[in-house]
């Protein structure tokens, strides 16, 4: 997860946090917990408890309170109770970044608050999903799920949480760098939030858009909202939004190298959160603040300052932001010269940042080991200056001796790491394989699900509707000839929406591919992504396999989506082609347009996400994709998978 993603979550924890600044009610809470006497009103209390509890967002906490309601509602006989102990242990993982593994206990949530009706609980399930799935940045899924919770906050009239939804859409837009459409959001949240009087609560939101104005560039709004936002938290003595709504402020200034004012604001970040004694929320401003440090060179009082976020997340078992204090740590010593900790610390950095940035990492390793070794070796020779002539050769003998066993060792030593390097490597792409695998698996098997419960669900009932009201057109008409054309555009506007529903179901999961298979599918979706918008299309596939697995069919359909997508976004193209034919042990899908040219090395650089999706699947399916642009114009991209 990026810096600025990170940040959104911990914002968001804090928000749902809250509470725990009243100390009174959560004592209130516990003289009602010990004095009740029924077990479900019981039950209730302690879930209350868990909420309001003023842990730092400690995952151990959530287990033991999960394992407590769970075990308390069982023998109640009370799901509600039950769902919300999963609700409980989902949020525990997430806190220990297993997003995977909470989200089958968010689902046993939603299925337990659909067999009881409970709306709320529905909501909220499906709001932890969405959140799940945007941590596994799938956004799609989340925001699927995100619109489903909404659509149930809508419905029962709970504006406050619609306002909360959409600032979770938003988040998904930030992530993407899309400010425009999260301030979207966020404005509209904002109006919602000042429309119920809910002054106190806009500190969030405020602080959301002080955000995304600075990553915008637009740092007049930025500080205008982070200032309001700080003035309603003090308003409300709320000493901790305030703190957080400063470190908010530093982290943006240090992602645009602007380290004097972000320095200034994680002072003002932690002097409010000293005032309410949150250390679990210190940890942040004070990242940044070492950031800042580094940044201007002065690496000492950076060393300094991460020392003591990093005593603090030791201290709480914190899991972020673990990265950036081990590249702090990193810097500070590189900065210093002292080049053994240094090493010591990318190496730890290292082995937890992705595939993506290995490469760059690596390369500072061995530079930084390399100025390390030189380092001991100036130490070394000067030790020798320091010594007398006869302790000079007797020592010189020795180091001759060990010289020669050191480089024997050295020898037998580099080619055992080396191979165990090899081996941990082909291990941890074992280990990516499987689990891109796991997500690519479940993500498709999330949209067959959503597709059969549209089609079968929302699609049936729609045709149901039609036929009625249909029958009562025609009844209506009779009595009312004058008011036929209207029952008749009716009839058309909700013709038009069962369609659609079931063009959503078929892009989510398309019934031809299962039916007639891979090539028919390719040809009907090329049909129909292009002709309607006026381009000349031809597909021609010849040698094929008698049969194709599953996820092979599956992995070069969504390919084929995502690279038509670009066509139609990108490329200008008036012609395109797309042949799928046998070559030898492989499979190849060839798509060629006569557009402006793209430049995919361009876009995987950026981490565009349709370019990301395209080389993940490829990679689960053990294939190679190439892309190159063709003369005079247009773009030509090859998919080869085994069969």
């Not at 400063?246 to 932690?270: F, P, Q, T």
């Not at 009932?461 to 009595?479: H, M, N, P, T």
């Not at 190679?624 to 773009?635: A, D, I, V």
């Amino acid at each position: 997860m990026t810096k600025k993603a990170a940040f959104w979550v911990f914002f968001l924890f804090c928000a749902n946090a809250l509470h725990a600044q009243d100390k009174h009610l959560l004592d209130s809470l516990y003289r009602a917990f010990h004095a009740e006497r029924d077990a479900v009103k019981k039950i209730d209390l302690l879930y209350d408890i868990a909420n309001e509890r003023d842990e730092g967002g400690n995952p151990d906490d959530g287990f033991r309170y999960a394992d407590s309601l769970e075990m308390l509602s069982k023998a109640a006989r009370y799901p509600k109770g039950l769902a919300r102990s999963y609700d409980m242990r989902g949020w525990a993982l997430g806190q220990k970044g297993e997003f995977a593994a909470s989200l089958p206990y968010f689902h046993q949530q939603l299925a337990i608050f659909i067999e009881i009706k409970d709306l709320e609980g529905q909501g909220r399930a499906l709001n932890n999903i969405g959140s799940t799935w945007h941590d596994m940045e799938i956004n799609d899924s989340a925001i699927v799920y995100y619109l489903r919770s909404l659509d149930i906050k809508e419905h029962m009239g709970k504006m406050g949480d619609v306002a909360a939804g959409l600032a979770n859409i938003a988040n998904i837009y930030s992530d993407m760098d899309a400010h425009d459409k999260a301030i979207e959001m966020l404005q509209r949240a904002l109006r919602i939030r000042r429309e119920l009087g809910e002054e106190k609560r806009t500190m969030f939101t405020l602080n959301n858009l002080a955000v995304a104005y600075g990553y915008k560039g637009d740092f007049e709004k930025s500080i205008a909202y982070a200032d309001t936002g700080i003035a309603v938290a003090l308003k409300y003595n709320n000493k901790m939004v305030a703190g957080v709504i400063c470190g908010g402020m530093s982290h943006v200034l240090n992602d645009r190298k602007r380290y004097a004012e972000s320095i200034s604001w994680c002072e003002r970040s932690m002097a409010y959160l000293t005032e309410v004694n949150r250390e679990a929320n210190m940890v942040y401003p004070l990242v940044n603040m070492a950031t800042a440090y580094i940044g201007l060179s002065q690496f000492a009082k950076g060393l300094e300052v991460n020392q003591r976020g990093w005593e603090i997340m030791q201290k709480l078992k914190l899991q972020e932001p673990l990265d950036d204090y081990h590249k702090n740590f990193a810097s500070a010593y590189a900065g210093l010269g002292d080049f053994e900790n240094a090493y010591k610390w990318h190496k730890i950095y290292f082995t937890r940042i992705d595939t993506t940035t290995k490469k760059d990492n690596l390369g500072k390793i061995a530079n930084i080991e390399a100025k390390y070794n030189l380092a001991k070796k100036d130490q070394e020779i000067s030790k020798q200056h320091a010594e007398n002539f006869r302790q000079r050769v007797a020592l010189i003998s020795l180091l001759a001796s060990l010289l020669a066993a050191i480089v024997l060792g050295y020898l037998f030593y580099n080619r055992y790491r080396l191979r165990k390097k090899t081996e941990l490597d082909a291990a941890i792409i074992r280990e990516q394989k499987l689990g891109l695998n796991a997500v690519i698996e479940a993500q498709e098997a999330e949209r067959k699900r959503i597709a059969r419960d549209l089609h079968d669900g929302i699609a049936q009932e729609l045709v149901a509707l039609k036929l009625g009201f249909d029958a009562l057109g025609r009844r209506v008409s009779k009595i009312a000839p004058e008011e036929s054309p209207r029952i008749a555009e009716l009839g058309e506007q909700l013709n038009s929406s069962c369609t659609e529903v079931r063009s959503i179901a078929h892009v989510m999961s398309p019934p031809v591919l299962e039916q007639q298979g891979l090539a028919p599918s390719l040809e009907l979706l090329l049909r129909h992504t292009l002709t309607h918008a006026g381009l000349e299309t031809k597909f021609n596939a010849h040698d094929l396999p008698l049969q194709l697995d599953e996820k092979t069919e599956i992995g070069l359909y969504r390919i084929t989506q995502e690279l038509l997508n670009n066509v139609v976004k990108h490329a200008r193209a008036a012609k395109v082609m797309i042949e799928l034919y046998a070559a030898g042990s492989d499979l190849v899908l060839r798509v060629e347009d006569d557009g402006t040219g793209f430049d995919f090395e361009a876009a995987r650089s950026r981490g565009t996400m349709g370019v990301l999706n395209i080389l993940s699947r490829v990679s689960t399916l053990g294939g190679e994709f190439f892309s190159e642009n063709k003369l005079p114009h247009g773009t030509i991209s090859q998919v080869r998978v085994p069969v």
